[in-house]
């Protein structure tokens, strides 16, 4: 199961990404009878959340957001048109904000950052159940 949205960066993007994702693992949940728990609902959300801002906050032009699911986990990838690959920071407890590629490291079983022709695809891969597997 897979779902694409094209996300045209006004004031509402971000929460309408959000509620994509949520309706995406509802579906999922519903008709399709995946074990989506409560917190890879919750985690997704946020990863959503902090991909589409770091989209609108350092890229021009449109964001693409795709959804895949499987049997065990959901994929959160999101393109955008600016070709530099982030990297999270060092920790600073006095630093505000640029936590994004921190707090997505530390939920996401797998991140992936692809470079493309034009821009970068960032994917997430978020546990469905509510013990990820230890791979």
Not at 67 to 75: C, F, P, T, W
Not at 93 to 121: N, S
Request: hydrophobic share 45%; aromatic share 4%; proline share 6%.
């Amino acid at each position: 199961m897979r779902a694409g949205y094209a996300l045209d960066g006004d004031s509402g993007c971000i929460s309408a990404a959000r509620h994509h994702a949520t309706a995406f693992l509802e579906t999922a949940r519903s008709e399709h009878h995946l074990p989506v728990s409560d917190r890879a609902r919750d985690l997704t959300e946020l990863v959503v959340s902090e991909l589409v801002t770091n989209a609108l906050k350092y890229a021009p032009g449109p964001v693409l957001m795709e959804l895949r699911i499987g049997a065990d986990s959901v994929d959160v990838a999101v393109w955008d048109s600016d070709p530099v690959v982030p990297a999270a920071c060092t920790a600073d407890p006095g630093r505000v904000g640029q936590h994004g590629m921190e707090i997505i490291k530390a939920v996401a079983e797998e991140l992936f950052i692809e470079q493309e022709p034009v821009g970068k695809r960032i994917t997430a891969r978020i546990a469905l159940a509510d013990t990820p597997s230890l791979a």
